[in-house]
C-alpha cells in the first residue's frame, strides 16, 4: 500500500501560515452575531459591547415607552449618554437597526 507523499517546503508552510492568520483576523474582526436594538432584551442587549445593565435597562424601557428606535439619531437623543461615537462601537460589535444595517449606517430622520 502506498502512502501519499508530498512536498512540504518553506514557501508552502509559510503561505499556510498567513491564509490561517489572515483567516483568524476577519472572523476576530467582524461581530460573531447581530442584536437587533428593536427587539432585543435586556439580558441580550448586556453581550453587546458598550452595553451595560443600566444602559440596556434604558434602551429597553425607552422603546417600550415611544416605539422602536427609527435611527441612530433617535437613540443619541433618547438614551443618556449615548454619543455617536458610542452607536458606532455598539455598531461594530454587532447592534444592528431592526436587524438590516449597522446604527451607524442608518439614514436619520431630521429634527425640526
Known amino acids: 500500500m502506498k502512502l501519499f507523499k508530498t512536498k512540504f ?20 474582526s467582524a461581530p460573531v452575531f447581530a442584536v437587533n436594538i428593536n427587539s432585543a432584551s435586556v439580558e441580550i442587549l448586556q453581550n453587546v459591547k458598550g452595553i451595560g445593565p443600566a444602559r440596556a435597562k434604558a434602551i429597553v424601557e425607552e422603546r417600550e415607552r415611544n416605539g422602536a428606535f427609527v435611527s441612530s439619531e433617535d437613540l443619541n437623543i433618547s438614551i443618556k449618554g449615548i454619543g455617536q461615537k458610542t452607536v458606532e462601537k455598539m455598531s461594530e460589535s454587532g447592534l444592528t437597526f431592526d436587524g438590516v444595517e449597522p446604527l451607524s449606517r442608518a439614514k436619520s430622520i431630521k429634527m425640526k
Not at 11 to 17: A, F, M, V
Not at 22 to 28: D, E, Q, Y
Open 9 to 28: 517546503n518553506g514557501n508552502t508552510y509559510k503561505k499556510s501560515l498567513m491564509a490561517l492568520v489572515l483567516g483568524t483576523a476577519m472572523l476576530l
